[in-house]
């Protein structure tokens, strides 16, 4: 069983609408991913953190996705206006610094923008 | 630009059968290779691991990898498939910068 835990496991948003998944990665692991996978098993990496700090993050320059690591609290990723096309699973993976780059992921959050 | 290759999107072999998935990665290095499986409504269990040391790598239920340098290439192995087995397997690298480079899976069917 994933010690990386996902929530919700699926949600279902009309195109506009805000959506947004939590992330709670394994106990002692400071680097975390989001992950987005397509119904043609795509993925496309869209950020990942180490403690609350953005290591690395694709150009968001629509701006629709943000995400955030606070310290105490679930990781999250957020999509402010829902469109079709964001119709996704989305993974979150956390890792050991220094681990040989193992990513153990969550069971996903499945999106469907209707 | 990093890629990984899985040319084989489907698979069906009959229980009890020898299994190879392949996966061909692109980097002029040794990158860390990774195989997932992923079961359905489910996210990404990781099979085994490969950055250095012996070409072939032990994973969890029986399945190993054998890396080649020479014909970049981890092509995933299992002696005998079980119907349980059937899902969708991913090969993956990365090149120390963290990201996941995966291929589009191939997915295995075994026949009961």
């Known amino acids: 069983n994933s010690k990386v835990i996902q929530t919700p496991r699926y949600l279902v948003k009309g195109q506009g609408q805000k959506a947004k998944m939590r992330c709670i990665p394994e106990?002692?692991?400071?680097?975390v991913f989001w992950y987005q996978q397509n119904k043609n098993n795509e993925f496309k990496f869209l950020i990942n953190f180490q403690n609350q700090e953005v290591l690395q993050q694709i150009d968001m320059t629509e701006k629709r996705f943000s995400a955030e690591c606070p310290s105490n609290s679930p990781c999250s990723l957020e999509i402010q206006s829902s469109e079709a096309g964001d119709s996704a699973l989305y993974l979150c993976?956390?890792?050991?610094?220094?681990?040989?780059?193992?990513?153990?992921f969550g069971e996903g959050s499945r999106l469907i923008v209707v | 630009a990093q890629s990984v290759t899985q040319p084989d999107a489907r698979v069906t072999v009959s229980e009890g059968a020898s299994l190879q998935l392949r996966c061909k990665y692109s980097?002029?290095?040794?990158?860390?290779l990774f195989w997932y499986v992923q079961y359905p409504r489910q996210g990404l269990q990781l099979l085994l691991k490969y950055y250095s040391g012996d070409p072939v790598v032990q994973g969890v239920n029986g399945f190993e990898a054998e890396f080649s340098k020479s014909n970049s290439s981890f092509h995933l192995r299992k002696a005998s498939v079980h119907w349980s087995d059937s899902a969708v397997y991913f090969c993956?690298?990365?090149?120390?910068?963290?990201?996941?480079?995966f291929g589009t899976g191939t997915s295995l069917l075994v026949d009961p």
């Open positions: 106990k002692g692991h400071p680097v």
């Open positions: 993956a690298q990365s090149n120390m910068g963290y990201k996941l480079t």
């Open positions: 980097y002029s290095g040794t990158p860390y």
């Open positions: 993976a956390s890792s050991q610094q220094n681990s040989g780059n193992t990513l153990y």
